[in-house]
């Protein structure tokens, strides 16, 4: 079975500050990888995602993560936020057994971003 | 605009009756998936269809029960509510093309359920 750890429910920093978001994954079998934003009264958007080559995976509005297999982690960052930013944060990844793509997600992390 | 589309947006229903979402697809994606937010749970996999045909199933109730048509749209029935079945429940579409597990999952705005 797989499942994902979101190690931090709620993250504030101040604008133009950096941010990392933690995610951690746990699998038998190897996944892809998936970070997710979550607007107010929104769906969820894909920021993401790593299948396979470089770690550093560059995604939409600057963020970025880091695919780490030894440490079966793929932490979201960004250099400078905006208050824009403020929104809640899923990590997810898909087991490559199975054939099935469903995503499993993280809790969330809320990220509030304040001027 | 993620071009997915979901009926309706709010719902507010009382315990024992039964529901029915609606979702249609991004133009030309042929797998729907049906996903619940809900506080205690939070986001959890329910059912995938492509093309018509059940293809996955996840932590979805008996009393839970989906379709897709023959246009592509799809339905999530719940019946039979409980007062725990409130929660914001999200339909995604992919292309269901050659690309497998690799597809982005594009999501909708949900449909807020409220069981009182």
């Known amino acids: 079975a797989q499942s994902v750890t979101q190690l931090d429910s709620q993250v504030p920093v101040f604008e133009e500050a950096p941010v990392e978001l933690r995610c951690n994954y746990s699998?038998?079998?190897?996944?892809?990888l998936f970070w997710y934003v979550q607007y107010p009264n929104q769906g969820l958007q894909l920021l993401l995602k790593?299948?396979?080559?470089?770690?550093l995976v560059k995604g939409i509005n600057g963020f970025e993560a880091e695919f780490n297999k030894s440490q079966t982690s793929f932490h979201l960052r960004k250099p400078s936020v905006h208050i824009s930013d403020t929104a809640e944060y899923f990590c997810?990844?898909?087991?490559?057994?199975?054939?099935?793509?469903?995503?499993?997600f993280g809790a969330g992390t809320r990220l509030a971003v304040h001027p | 605009d993620s071009g997915v589309t979901q009926t309706p947006k709010h719902l507010i229903t009382a315990t024992g009756q039964r529901v029915t979402l609606r979702c249609s697809p991004r133009?030309?994606?042929?797998?729907v998936y049906w996903y619940q937010q809900s506080l205690d749970q939070g986001l959890q996999f329910l059912i995938q269809?492509?093309?018509?045909?059940?293809?996955a199933k996840g932590n979805i109730l008996e009393r839970f029960s989906a379709q897709q048509f023959p246009d592509l749209h799809s339905e999530l029935n719940l019946s039979s509510l409980e007062l725990g079945d409130s929660a914001l429940y999200f339909c995604?579409?992919?292309?269901?093309?050659?690309?497998?597990?690799?597809?982005?999952?594009?999501f909708g705005p949900g449909t807020r359920l409220l069981v009182l």
């Open positions: 269809y492509y093309n018509g045909e059940e293809r």
């Open positions: 790593y299948l396979s080559g470089s770690t």
């Open positions: 997810a990844v898909i087991p490559l057994s199975g054939g099935y793509n469903k995503l499993i």
């Open positions: 995604a579409s992919s292309p269901g093309g050659t690309s497998g597990l690799q597809e982005t999952q594009y």
């Open positions: 133009s030309g994606d042929l797998s």
């Open positions: 699998s038998s079998v190897s996944v892809y």
